[in-house]
């Protein structure tokens, strides 16, 4: 298993571009969440989903977007860029079923995003 | 809102020195609560959690961490540090439902030879 998979790792966006980033999870999970990281602020919810077709703002959602079409893919989309979006985005995804695994989230290893 | 503060932004320890990183939440009720490490270069891990019960709970890798629900505190420990545990480490407590975790701000631990 991959895991939690997540495009691009780095990328330098001028202020007032679109991205969109990509992420995979090849788990099953039904639960998936984008976060940001900022230094010193720890991690922010911006969206989860909880399965296809079903999304719900986060803490800091202004700016983004997303969509759930499939299980596996919830991509976020950076639509009009800023340099408060400067940070690391992380996607994470859970097994929503049993308390065993409840709060226990797989993460992608990050997206570096630098808006100049 | 529910909250997680963590004291110590960066904590600078030598190998076998004990290692305790605070945490604190705001929600007085029924809380869930973990810590998650982020070794350089790796994305984030759970390291243990707490749902009930027994207030000292053991992770991976030595990691213990106590709930003291009196002072709404939940404290990471480990006795003797190596090296290798340099990293970035996150509280997170569970927030509503669809398992969303609200972090803390992280403690960055440097451990020297």
């Known amino acids: 298993n991959a895991g939690v998979t997540q495009t691009p790792k780095f990328r330098i966006l001028k202020i007032g571009q679109s991205m969109t980033l990509q992420c995979a999870q090849d788990?099953?999970?039904?639960?998936m969440y984008w976060y940001r990281q900022d230094p010193g602020m720890g991690l922010k919810l911006i969206y989860y989903?909880?399965?296809?077709?079903?999304?719900d703002k986060g803490e800091v959602p202004n700016g983004y977007n997303v969509s759930r079409s499939t299980t596996e893919d919830f991509p976020l989309r950076l639509e009009l860029a800023a340099p408060s979006q400067t940070s690391v985005y992380f996607c994470?995804?859970?097994?929503?079923?049993?308390?065993?695994?409840?709060?226990?989230?797989?993460f992608g290893e990050g997206s570096r995003l630098t808006v100049l | 809102a529910q909250s997680v503060s963590q004291h110590n932004h960066h904590v600078i320890l030598s190998e076998a020195a004990s290692l305790e990183l605070g945490c604190n939440y705001s929600?007085?009720?029924?809380?869930?609560l973990f810590w998650y490490v982020q070794y350089p270069g790796q994305h984030l891990q759970l390291l243990l959690k707490?749902?009930?019960?027994?207030?000292l709970v053991k992770g991976i890798k030595g990691f213990e961490a106590e709930f003291i629900k009196s002072k709404f505190s939940f404290n990471l420990r480990k006795p003797s540090v190596q090296w290798s545990d340099t990293a970035e480490y996150f509280c997170?407590?569970?927030?509503?439902?669809?398992?969303?975790?609200?972090f803390g701000a992280g403690t960055r631990l440097a451990v020297h030879p």
């Open positions: 989903s909880v399965g296809a077709g079903i999304t």
């Open positions: 994470a995804s859970t097994d929503a079923s049993g308390r065993a695994k409840a709060g226990e989230l797989f």
């Open positions: 997170a407590v569970r927030s509503g439902g669809y398992n969303k975790l609200i």
């Open positions: 707490y749902f009930s019960g027994d207030p």
């Open positions: 788990m099953n999970h039904n639960y």
């Open positions: 929600y007085g009720g029924t809380v869930n």
